[in-house]
């Protein structure tokens, strides 16, 4: 069975950092492309980062470019997501999504492309 645990969120400053990990259980790692996306109250899940399973490939969404740094390590099966110079629009319920092999561009931040999830890890950003 596939499973995905999200941990490193908490309550932070805004203009403090966090960094998220998801440590994965699917076999080869490498063959899984990794996204992550985040679910505020009353909003809908919006894709935040993506990363290629050779880590090739990095894909941000334009709210986050410059402050949030995605990447992995498949030697322990873990995506991580590194988050700076944190907003309060930031806070939310981060989740990692996994998938076999990269998406189409058009799909990378599609929530239907992913096969797999992990529960979430709340963040909340106080101003």
């Known amino acids: 069975q596939v499973q995905l645990v999200e941990s490193g969120g908490g309550l932070v400053q805004a203009g403090g950092s966090l960094r998220l990990s998801c440590a994965a259980s699917?076999?080869?790692?490498?063959?899984?492309?990794m996204g992550w996306f985040r679910q505020a109250p009353g909003k809908e899940r919006e894709f935040v980062a993506f990363?290629?399973?050779?880590?090739?490939?990095?894909y941000y969404t334009d709210s986050v470019k410059g402050r949030f740094t995605i990447s992995r390590d498949n030697a322990k099966n873990t995506v991580y997501l590194q988050m700076n110079s944190l907003k309060p629009e930031d806070t939310a319920v981060y989740h990692c999504?996994?998938?076999?092999?990269?998406?189409?561009?058009?799909?990378?931040?599609?929530?239907?492309?992913?096969?797999?999830w992990g529960q979430g890890t709340q963040v909340t950003v106080s101003s």
């Open positions: 999504a996994a998938r076999v092999g990269a998406p189409t561009y058009s799909a990378v931040g599609s929530y239907g492309a992913y096969n797999y």
């Open positions: 699917v076999r080869p790692f490498i063959s899984y492309a």
């Open positions: 990363i290629s399973g050779s880590s090739k490939i990095i």
